[in-house]
Every structure is written in structure tokens, then in C-alpha cells.
């Protein structure tokens, strides 16, 4: 119980801030912010809640978990000062979601598994969107503006809900073989057009592999990426200590220590 009352205490004292740096009185910068602008913001801050959580540090997760709810809270109270809503309206809005789609936790839905949670989920939100045309209906709730991996396997993450999809992951290979074949093709044209579409075709199959392994395509590239830089300071870091610079290094240099790089294991 105390722990419940020291959060809504200091819940209530930034609220309080963001009031105070939004007045008269506040701060010019912060007055000036319009919504598209900390929009962006929050995608800044959920990315780095996301390394927070690769890392596995607890007090950078702390951190920024406080700055994403920052922009959360600076959002809410840019719209209860133009009266389209306030914070307690969200925090009613998605309380009555969240138990509108957990029907077997609040209601009389019986579940055996957690693909029966998913397509009761999918079933519910195309209900709730059932004003709109099937079209928007399907794929209105993912975001046009997320990351083209991630939104691309949230959108066959939904169609295969629906049946459309490879029935076992054999059929997935073999599309992707196909597509490489393809892809072969198009650079053997020249059309850089062609080369594009194939390209993207293999970058959609690759999603849908992932999808089908359970495995998030997004966070999977994001950690080849950051394996990547750390083999690669330890390539720059290592011809640093023997004094030749990246420029003057050879590929030959470069491999050597990229192997060496690998077989410490560098991840």
C-alpha cells in the first residue's frame, strides 16, 4: 500500500511540473513544443527503453522508463489544455481495453492456449473497428510510421490469423529460395527498378521466416548490428595499438582481426 500511494505522490508532483514548465512562468522551449514534436520523442525514448532492456540494466531501464513516461504525460497534458482529453481519460480508456480483450481473464471465455488468446485478440479489435471497411479494419492498428521490419511482420502476423499463410516453414525456404532466384534475375537485367522490388520481396520473406521461428526480425537485426559495431571497436581498437589507422589498413589487416574478433567470441 505504501509503495501504491509514493507512486501516485510522485505521479501526481510531475504531472505538476510539466504543468508548471508548460505556463506562463515555465519554459519557453517546453511552451512552444507542439504534439507532432514529442511524438518523436517517444519514439526516441521507447527505442532506448528497448536497449535498456538488451542490456540487462536495471537502473538505465529505470531511466528510461522515467523519460518515455515524461513525453507520455507531456502528450496527455498538451491535449487537456486544448480540452480533447485528459491523463484520467487514457488511464480509463485503456483499462476498459485491456478488459474488453482479456475476456477469458475478466469474462466467460474459455482459452487452452496462447494462440487462442492471439486470434480472440485479432476478433475482438476487428469488432471494435467494425465501422470501418474490412480493408482499413484488418491493418488499421499498426502504425505506418514503425520500422519497416517491424511493421512488416506485424501485418503477416495478422493476415495468417485470417489463413493466409505458408502451412509449414519448408514452404517459407523455398519462397525465398525463389525469391533469390529472382533477385539473380533482376541484377543480371540492370533495372535498378527491378533489383528493388526483389530485393524488398527477399527482405519480406526473411520477416515471414522470422515470424514463422518466433523470432522478432526487428530486435534480431538491431542485435546483429550491435554485435557488428563491437567487432568492429575491437578491429579499429587493435590497429590503434599497433599505430596504423582504418584508413591505412588493408583488407587483408581487417579480415585477420575480424576473425581474431570472432574467435573471442565478440558478440
Known sequence: MTESIDAQKELQELIALIKKLRSPAGCPWDRKQKPQDIGKYVLD?????????????????????????????????????????????????????????????????????????????????????????????????????????????????????????????????????????EFDDAVKSGSNSKIEEELGDIFFTLVNLSRFLSVDAETTLSKTTGKFLRRFSYLTEQLSAH??????????????LWDEAKSKDIK
Open 45 to 181: 525514448e521507447a527505442y532506448e527503453v528497448t536497449d535498456a532492456l538488451e542490456t540487462k540494466d536495471p537502473q538505465a531501464l529505470k531511466e528510461e522508463l522515467g523519460d518515455l513516461l515524461f513525453q507520455i504525460l507531456f502528450l496527455a497534458e498538451m491535449a487537456a489544455e486544448l480540452n480533447q482529453f485528459s491523463l484520467a481519460d487514457v488511464i480509463a480508456g485503456i483499462k476498459e481495453k485491456m478488459i474488453r480483450r482479456h475476456p477469458h481473464v475478466f469474462g466467460d471465455v474459455t482459452v487452452t492456449s496462447v494462440q487462442e488468446v492471439k486470434e480472440n485478440w485479432q476478433e475482438i479489435k476487428k469488432k471494435e473497428r467494425g465501422h470501418k471497411s474490412n480493408e482499413d479494419s484488418l491493418f488499421a492498428s499498426i502504425p505506418r510510421t514503425l520500422p519497416a521490419l517491424k511493421r512488416a511482420q506485424k501485418i503477416t502476423s495478422v493476415a495468417s490469423t485470417y489463413g493466409f499463410d505458408w502451412p509449414k516453414i519448408a514452404d517459407v525456404r523455398g519462397k525465398l529460395k525463389e525469391e533469390l532466384q
Open 243 to 256: 599505430g596504423i589507422s582504418i584508413k591505412e589498413a588493408t583488407m587483408a589487416q581487417m579480415d585477420a
